[in-house]
């Protein structure tokens, strides 16, 4: 989403349109990156409470392979899937949240979508989609999760929330989130550069609707988390998506000095995260 904000920036004095088109806004990296020997003893020697497993699944009908990354806690089989923002790969961007993840003691699977990281093919807002559910599956299946809890950061939390819909999860986290497209633009352009923007949207954005699927299709525990000083997922739509759903079990936790990546650096973020997932 930072890229989409950067776009109204530049515009917004002049002007003009801008599109948000999905092929530019899912960013895609040029070239498959193998996981490194020294990201792998990496992320074992500052989780050691968990064995570092590397997973795959073939998609061999469209010549696609997901590669990811299992933390195994030898002592549960409870599962945190998480799902990433936009662009941002396991072994690039995903660490800092793998470790924050890891003193949960609980297992954590992650995979790089395709296009991205160590996975290949190209990404679109449906196999974002489809993916995500091969990888609940998978977790469920492959892996004899007995609970999983999805959780998703950012862009990925509309892909949680997909997941959500169709999915028997046990939990659902949404971090840095938004209710839907509409409404993040809304509050995302100040009303005097909607004077000067004319913001063009693909259809294909309005199908992944969190404000929908909270209000209408997941009534599970949800934990909703924000950042006071985020600049791209204002803490109002964090607000919003917690007014909206019809879960009995829900809270909402909101780090008022963190932007969008520093939530997890709250205690009181941390502590309410420790309480959701053990609660489960």
């Known amino acids: 989403m930072k890229k989409l904000a950067i776009a109204f920036a530049a515009t917004a004095l002049t002007g003009c349109s801008v599109s948000i088109n999905e092929k530019s806004f899912i960013r895609q990296d040029d070239t498959v990156t193998p996981y490194t020997k020294e990201f792998i003893t990496k992320v074992d020697q500052i989780t050691p409470n968990h064995v570092i497993n590397m997973i795959s699944i073939p998609l061999r009908d469209e010549g ?17 899937l998480y799902i990433p923002g936009n662009g941002m790969s396991i072994e690039n961007s995903a660490e800092k949240a793998l470790v924050e993840l890891a003193q949960y003691n609980l297992d954590i699977v992650v995979f790089d979508r395709r296009g ?73 352009v100040p009303w005097y550069k909607k004077l000067l923007v004319d913001v063009q949207v693909d259809d294909v954005f309005f199908t992944v609707d969190n404000k929908e699927v909270v209000s209408q299709f997941y009534s599970g525990p949800l934990l909703v988390i924000g950042g006071g000083e985020d600049k791209q997922t204002p803490v109002s739509l964090s607000h919003a998506l917690y007014s909206a759903s019809k879960s009995k079990d829900k809270e909402i936790v909101i780090s008022d000095e963190a932007g969008h990546y520093q939530m997890f650096e709250d205690k009181q973020v941390r502590r309410s995260y420790d309480d959701f997932v053990m609660s489960l």
């Open 64 to 80: 696609v392979e997901l590669h990811g990354v299992h933390l195994d806690n030898p002592n549960t089989n409870n599962t945190i």
């Open 116 to 188: 991205l990281g160590a996975s290949n093919g190209t990404s679109t807002i449906a196999s974002l989609v489809k993916d995500a559910q091969l990888t609940f599956d998978y977790t469920q299946r492959q892996l004899q999760a007995d609970k999983i809890v999805v959780h998703g950061f950012s862009l990925g939390s509309f892909v949680a929330a997909q997941v959500a819909k169709t999915k028997p999860i046990d939990g659902l986290v949404m971090q840095g989130s938004a209710t839907n497209i509409s409404e993040w633009i809304d509050k995302a």
